[in-house]
């Protein structure tokens, strides 16, 4: 399981109602939350995002209220997975349940900028920053969350009888 795309890199603390704001959780549905993803932290996010870009955050990425449509919104904006020094403990496991990769992975934030250009290996947990030709290392996934992830999350493995 692979991904490559640009990095749009964020600080710190970037929490779930920057996210998606409280203000559009009148919808769960996927496509409309999108429309709004980051628009408080980042009002051209949008317009900025190619599909398949990398959203790169400092500490306590995901950090506020538990709603699962902060990874959701992230994930239905084109998001390939988010790179971050950590994690508030239940975005990532929204994340993983929604089948959203994210890495943790301080040396990888450290170096990266906007614009670079990353190939990330979930299997080895290799992020490759093409950009200044530098390789590191983060924990891989193991074979529960990657079955996780390749089925587009819990819900449709567990449907389809996988655990």
């Avoid at 959203?55 to 709603?67: A, D, E, I, T």
């Avoid at 959701?72 to 349940?97: D, E, H, L, P, T």
Wanted: charged share 25%.
């Amino acid at each position: 399981m692979k991904v490559n795309g640009d990095v749009l890199k964020y600080g710190d603390n970037i929490d779930t109602d920057v996210i998606i704001p409280a203000r559009y959780l009148n919808t769960s549905v996927p496509e409309e939350l999108a429309k709004h993803c980051m628009e408080d932290l980042d009002v051209d996010f949008l317009k900025k995002l190619k599909t398949g870009d990398i959203v790169v955050g400092g500490r306590n990425f995901g950090c506020g209220s538990s709603r699962e449509h902060a990874p959701i919104c992230i994930k239905a904006a084109g998001v390939s997975c988010v790179i971050a020094k950590s994690f508030a403990r239940i975005f990532y496991r929204n994340s993983i349940n929604i089948g959203f990769p994210i890495l943790e992975c301080e040396e990888a934030v450290n170096d990266a900028s906007t614009g670079d250009k990353l190939e990330v290996d979930f299997i080895e947990g290799i992020i490759k920053n093409v950009t200044l030709n530098k390789e590191y290392k983060a924990q891989p996934f193991p074979d529960f969350m990657l079955k996780i992830m390749k089925n587009e999350g819990l819900t449709n493995c567990v449907k389809k009888g996988l655990f």
